[in-house]
């Protein structure tokens, strides 16, 4: 196990929460947000992740946190990786603002990003500015991307693929994802009816996420794997 699959693996959630549109047609504000998982690495685990969604910067604006609490020796040895994502919804879609990652001592795991949305540009902490296109989103708000899109396309007949553009310390990546079908799973917080979400834009990546309706389609399972290293799971634990 290395420093940075486990930063990777403590940073791994997807979407939550539930929107909705009122009745002048107008977003409805997200819910607060207060969920914790219990995470798992090769089987073995690891710890727990807590997010929260809360109001912050003005209306439709967001500070969405995640915080690792790994085991004590996972801890000792890897530290606990900490993520801060701020955003808007605009127009029915993700608009971050400003991303923080952290994790002492290790450089590639800990950056900021800024976005101008007037440039289509992002800025990172050590002032490299780099284009953007209009559909790009921080590595965390890009989890309640995902979310909005399910929410939209839950109930389609014949549901299309999902894309998405994420940016990160170095990079743009583009995601394409599938629903497959529907499953029951049992969890620490209890049993779920759930769509399967799976990433299939690259054969050697697995990602699949366990959405719950009566969640706001909130991930109650989730199962990453990148090449020949272990498998990363989470449950929801509350």
Known sequence: MTRASVATMMLALAACGLSAVRADGAPAPLPNLDYRYDA????????????????DGGQGCYRYTNVSNPTGLVRALYGAPNQTSLFCVRDGRIQSRRFESSLPGDDKQSYTLDFDWDKHTVTDGKGQVRSIPDDAVDSFALQQAVRLWVLAHAGDASPPEAAFTMVDGKNLTHYRFRFSGHQKVDTPAGSFDTLLMERIDNPDKIGRFWLAPDRGYMP???ETKNGGKPMVGMELAK
């Open 40 to 55: 798992h690495w090769g089987g073995l685990d690891v710890g727990q992740v807590e997010i929260a969604l809360k109001p």
């Open 220 to 222: 109650v399972r989730i």
